[in-house]
Every structure is written in C-alpha cells, then in structure tokens.
C-alpha cells in the first residue's frame, strides 16, 4: 500500500508470517535502523515507476520492521544526507561487530555500510564472515583487519557480487526505471581501471533525467545527492534480493 502526505510517500508491505499487504499511517512507521532520532525527518518521495516496482516485488525485510529492504536502504541513505558528516578515510579502530566510524565521519564506503545497517544487514560482520569462508575471493585481504576491510570499496564488490542481485549497468535517460531507489551504483572516478567509488540510488530525479545518487564523493565534501550516472562511468549495480 502507498501511503501519501506532504512529508512522506511510502511504500509499506506487511512483513509477518503469511501475510501479504498492511497499512500503516506515516507516524506509525518503525525503522529500527541507525539513528532513530532522524526517522521523522527522512522525506521519500518515489518516483510513479519506482511505486509500482516495489509494489510488483518489494524485497525481503531483513530486520522485520514492515519496511522491504530497498526502501531501508534508501531511507539509510536519506539519513546519512541528514546526518552530512564530513569526507574522511583515515583508519579508526572500530569494534566489532557492529561497528562504525565516528558519525561526523565518512568515506563513500560509509554511506553505503550505514545505508544497508539501516535496513538490518550489518557488512562489517558479513564481509569478516565471508573473508574467513572464501579468502581467496578477496584479493586484497592480506590479512583481515575488521576495522577496515568492509570500507575498502572492491572488498564491497566482492561481497555484493556474491549476495546481492547483480545488474545491467546500462544508463539511459529515457529509461530511468532500470535504477530503483536504493540500488547501490559503483563508478570508475580514477585513472585506474575498476570501481573505486560507491553510492546509493535515490529516489529524486537530477536534470539528466537519472536518479541522483547519494554519496560522500571528496575531501572537502559532505553527503550529498549528485547526478553522477550523468557523467560517471558505472562498473556495476547492485540491489538487495
């Protein structure tokens, strides 16, 4: 069911065993993601393709608070906008699991390990679980360091390739659909082949008619909503099963 105000448009499918659809009021909402003291400020407004997506398939609902991951993941990322915490990659000790570098900090990797908490799914831990399963799969794991590993963007692909569902990565303005809010969009921004930045896919449209994509892009920068899959190379493009 698509709930409507002037704050918030919300797409919200029940979540318990068996049951099919659910109505909720705006208010009644229950993120129990990161940082709960924005969750009335997070505004979604999906685009009318997106509605219907998530209407037709809206996903799993990882930590069972009646909102399908995608818009979980979204609504991290609205969060991580709200929050704007400055461009950081310095190494922090981090506990674990669990764990997260200090708030007002904040790499493009952060945005979307926040972005995908939100929604219950801790990478931190995944990624030290997976790097112990299958360690030749990351090859730039020497040795595992919990603080770090899950940041380091091409340990994320490695990750997403293997567990989440993985996409064309074809950009057309004239079909916007192909790129859902909270998709999670990887680019090519160095003179190094591969990915080497990480965002996640809004639901506002920019001036090329794309979704804009929430990120940290650079020193100097805060989180913000850009139209990188305007003009940034994509490498791939993944969304939660």
């Not at 804009?212 to 899959?229: P, R, Y």
Request: with cysteine.
């Amino acid at each position: 069911m698509v709930i409507r105000s002037h704050h918030v448009v919300l797409l919200v499918l029940a979540v318990a065993a068996g049951a099919t659809s659910a109505a909720a009021a705006p208010n009644a909402i229950r993120d129990k993601g990161i940082w709960p003291e924005l969750d009335a400020l997070v505004v979604i407004d999906l685009p009318a393709y997106a509605e219907a997506a998530f209407a037709a398939r809206p996903g799993r609902d990882r930590d069972r608070d009646g909102i399908p991951d995608p818009l979980d993941v979204l609504r991290g990322a609205r969060k991580t906008l709200l929050n704007a915490a400055s461009y950081d990659t310095a190494y922090y000790p981090i506990f674990y699991p669990g764990g997260d570098v200090p708030r007002d900090k904040e790499a493009c990797s952060d945005v979307v390990i926040r972005a995908l908490r939100n929604a219950g799914l801790d990478l931190q831990q995944a990624i030290a679980e997976d790097v112990r399963k299958r360690p030749k799969a990351y090859p730039d794991v020497a040795v595992q360091k919990t603080s770090i590993d899950h940041r380091r963007v091409r340990n994320q692909v490695v990750y997403f390739a293997r567990y989440l569902t993985r996409l064309d990565t074809a950009v057309d303005p004239l079909h916007p659909e192909a790129w859902l809010p909270g998709d999670i969009a990887l680019f090519d921004t160095l003179s190094k082949p591969g990915p080497d930045h990480i965002g996640v896919i809004s639901d506002a449209i920019g001036p090329s008619g794309l979704p804009l994509v929430i990120n940290n892009w650079t020193f100097g920068s805060t989180t913000a909503e850009m139209d990188l899959l305007a003009f940034v190379p994509v490498t791939h493009h993944f969304r939660m099963p």
